[in-house]
């Protein structure tokens, strides 16, 4: 689990035990003042680091390309979504529809068969959470990305696992994002960096931390989720590890549209070098509509760079896997495939062939690589999406005809987001996203790492029984000082 | 893992692998067409179970009485809660709300500098779920239980693993249930009785089931939750394990009405012979306020039978355990209090003995027993309080002053739900309830299985990018034909 940082970064000093204590004591001790702040204070504090990430571009995206290797332009609007994805958990925490507070006031005629207390809920934050960056966004899935918007925003301290693969952005962000919450008016430990496999999986392990967050591989992923269920008390983990993200194109869409489709996958599988969770692995597309040939045809992008040794090498290891199995040939190859930077690769298949051997054939292969399938009836798209496990994504190329509704159905019980007409990467920040699914795509299938619903993966609820109005939460009080949306005796009101 | 059960039931006959494929591969054919069902539909099906059980209780609660050694009374409000629950998720399939119905509409100016997608979410079932049942509640936490009813709301088809202290019972109630879903016109698997620890297991390991449910013991639970995660693909398990509910007494309270609250302790303690999952197990009082001999006069229940010999062995040998602690005394006991049926017993320590030994002191003693607490002086309740692991419930006898703030922060954090001046027993079924909480009193914090919210255990999010009218569930199609509640581009509306 060591990633060899490239050759411009120095990686940072690994947290040693000493620190590590230093870190989830602040961690713990920050905990109860910052869940007492009110949502629409806390909502502040996600405004002053957005703020300031912003304000610190000129630092942040010069030390991003150095050592990412990723564009400046992809980079600037990477760092947008970011500072946008804090304002927008922000908007969440001032409009507290998320605390979900419910009041049911005591009623002597509940017809369960005894009188009804007073008992009324809303949902804390966890307490400590500790965030394992990736390393494919260095600003969206990193220091200040997702997992840390969103469990700041629940009231939860985040100590932050560096990824090795850009220590020197992760510090730099780290500052800004300490220095902004410091100044904001955040209890010290509301936000730590910590370096090292070893010192994350010791902060995992802790008492001290009740929730997880990690987005990364399978292997990786799956070795943290049983840390976190192997503790005495164990704790909710929310990985987000593996996808294929399989697309299907019908044969009235090839008839249609073929080409443009065709075109449209090869830039939706090569998009950030094929780094993305989302990049759609697998295309299934008919036989005799010239699809083949399209793709085979298609302008695949010169090669670009991959994020870091390690990937890069992982990626020439998938890609040779894939390309000795005697099921694929290769459809198109850009220059180099195999060089540093690779060009693209396009594998073929058969329908029949995925159906014989579809684990093999569905190794997610991180880097600018997908597998073309060809079949010969789309009565049989059903059964092919069936072979898959779980899945972010899946994605639907069709006509507006009722014919793919049955595969429809199976996709959306195999993946968390169903796309038409349209290709999995760049997952919009809405209300709306869902960014997870069964697992592989994630280990708490019940979540979502992007968009608003990710806040609740760090809040759980509390009822309280029986009492007086000064004692209870302010959002619970009859009068709701707060304004939030609440649920009155089972009905929408305030 | 055996239980014995009781002389006058006659044990289930273990499931055999064979059934259980049958039984799993009905489950399975049973998940899509149970989840197609209009959500008011399904209601539907919930009240012809209801009605059914009611219209069984001639027959269904001799059986229990004679298997559970549980009072008539008690059980036909055990049975009336019961379907009350049923109806109640009728209700919420009803309103709609359960699906956290989301729609963004496509917004090209989208301010996180890409334009975003048409986006609909809303939850669907997780698919089939094993239940295992709780025996000291043969009807509520059992066959027809909380579990299953929010199960099969949420439209996740249910195998049932009987728990073996009412073997004739749970029999009776599953063929009440299957009778009664199929004359509703439920699709044949959507419910199942299994029996035997090994097909318990063997039903949570298979690939077909999505979630897990268990109350009972922390061992028993453990050993499942572990089963759950370290399947291929892990799936969720809400197991309710273990609670020691303590109860604190504030200095004001016990001057103004001492032995007020010592009876209604004693009355909460011995509730159900001390045999429910929220019984008050400590109770702290001050020293010098008559508190303790109050309780040491308090008229104790006569002797009651406990639910079957695994449960009278286990209560006396805890006890026992209890009473050979050097820092626990004996404060006042029944006739009888090893016997069976036991007498009550009430236990005494000190408040610096329970902070020297807080594990063997707050350990579970699932029976008519439970500790009190001297204290000096009640500024050092919050610490007394933070030695208590995860709680189902914790609860404050105090007046109606400001002096206990600091308590009830540690307790909410501790608990699921915080009980002010009555008594945890007695579970009220609502929309504002919460049984759940940190670990041990839960597997899974974040969720509760009573009350309405108990439903979101067996769902998950699906995300609906860019799709035309008629491809998209009814809930979220654009004119919203089922009138569910939804949040629109982040405001509520419909």
């Not at 230093?22 to 003042?33: C, G, R």
């Amino acid at each position: 689990m060591t990633t060899i940082t490239p050759a411009s970064a120095v990686a940072l000093p690994p947290t040693t035990d000493a620190e590590l204590e230093q870190l989830l004591s602040a961690a713990h001790t920050a905990a109860a003042p910052l869940a007492a702040f009110r949502p629409a204070e806390r909502a502040g504090l996600l405004d002053a680091v957005a703020d300031a990430l912003d304000a610190a571009a000129g630092k942040l995206i010069p030390e991003a390309e150095r050592e990412t290797r990723l564009p400046g332009a992809r980079l600037r609007g990477e760092l947008k979504r970011t500072t946008f994805q804090l304002r927008l958990f922000g908007e969440v925490l001032r409009d507290g529809g998320y605390l979900d507070a419910r009041i049911d006031h005591a009623d002597a005629e509940w017809p369960m068969g005894a009188p009804r207390p007073d008992l009324r809920r809303l949902r804390v934050p966890l307490g400590p959470v500790v965030v394992f960056a990736a390393s494919n966004f260095p600003f969206a899935f990193s220091v200040a990305g997702g997992d840390t918007a969103s469990a700041l925003a629940a009231g939860s301290p985040v100590l932050l696992k560096a990824h090795s693969g850009h220590p020197g952005l992760s510090r730099l962000s780290a500052e800004v994002v300490t220095s902004a919450l410091r100044k904001a008016g955040a209890p010290d430990g509301t936000f730590a960096l910590i370096a090292g496999t070893a010192a994350g999986a010791e902060a995992l392990s802790d008492p001290r931390v009740k929730a997880g967050a990690f987005t990364g591989s399978i292997p990786g992923g799956r070795a943290l989720f049983e840390i976190a269920n192997s503790r005495p008390e164990p704790i909710p983990f929310f990985g987000e590890l593996g996808s294929n993200n399989p697309a299907f194109v019908t044969e009235a869409a090839a008839r249609e549209r073929g080409a443009e489709i065709a075109q449209g996958f090869v830039s939706s599988f090569t998009m950030g070098a094929g780094q993305f969770c989302t990049k759609p692995g697998t295309l299934f597309v008919p036989v005799g509509y010239g699809m083949v040939e399209a793709l085979r045809e298609a302008a695949l992008p010169p090669a670009a760079p991959l994020l870091n040794e390690r990937i890069q090498s992982g990626y020439t290891d998938t890609l040779t896997n894939l390309q000795s199995n005697p099921r694929i040939t290769t459809l198109a190859q850009g220059t180099g495939p195999l060089a540093d930077p690779p060009g693209p690769t396009l594998l073929l298949t058969t329908a029949a062939d995925m159906l014989a051997e579809p684990h093999a054939l569905q190794t997610e292969c991180f880097g600018p690589a997908a597998v073309v399938v060809t079949y010969d009836d789309e009565v049989h798209l059903p059964d092919l999406a069936e072979t898959f496990e779980g899945q972010l994504t899946a994605t639907i190329h069709g006509t507006d005809s009722c014919q793919v509704a049955a595969l429809v159905k199976v996709l959306a019980r195999k993946a968390g987001r169903v796309v038409w007409n349209q290709w999995p990467t760049g997952v919009s920040v809405t209300h709306a996203q869902q960014h997870g699914g069964p697992y592989p795509a994630t280990t708490a299938v019940g979540s979502t790492s992007v968009g608003t619903a990710a806040i609740e993966r760090f809040l759980r609820p509390v009822a309280y029984q029986g009492f007086p109005q000064h004692l209870l939460p302010e959002v619970l009080r009859e009068d709701n000082p707060l304004r939030v949306p609440r649920l009155v005796d089972g009905r929408k009101g305030n």
